[in-house]
Nanobody, 127 residues
Framework: QVRLVESGGDSVQAGGTLRLSCAATGFTDRYTTYSMGWFRQAPGKEREGVAAIDSRGTTHYANSVKGRFTIFQPNKNTLFLQMNSLKPDDTAMYYC????????????????????WGLGTQVTVSS
């Protein structure tokens, strides 16, 4: 059974930085190829795809975070999201997600494309 555990969330001032981590265990042979992503949801708002990466190393970012956030993965079981120049609008619960799917167009930012999810880590950015 796949288990995703996020960490690294905190309260920071605008302009600050955070690095979120996702520790993944239980990947079976289904995860020979895969896509993994970071999603966020603020109170009263819909879930939003932030960044994604697949087993080919292809990345995909939401326009709202391009140039500020970087997704990277030293190995299949560890996923990071480096967040720089944080803004109050980045305040949300951040979730790690994974799926054994591999898409021609690169890793999707649609939550419905992912089958396994963590419980989230809270990021709060104050002005």
């Amino acid at each position: 059974q796949v288990r995703l555990v996020e960490s690294g969330g905190d309260s920071v001032q605008a302009g600050g930085t955070l690095r979120l981590s996702c520790a993944a265990t239980g990947f079976t042979d289904r995860y020979t190829t895969y896509s993994m992503g970071w999603f966020r949801q603020a109170p009263g708002k819909e879930r939003e795809g932030v960044a994604a990466i697949d087993s080919r190393g292809t990345t995909h970012y939401a326009n709202s975070v391009k140039g500020r956030f970087t997704i990277f993965q030293p190995n299949k079981n560890t996923l990071f999201l480096q967040m720089n120049s944080l803004k109050p609008d980045d305040t949300a619960m951040y979730y790690c997600a994974a799926d054994p799917g591999l898409w021609v167009g690169g890793p999707p930012l649609l939550g419905d494309s992912y089958s396994d999810w963590g419980l989230g880590t809270q990021v709060t950015v104050s002005s």
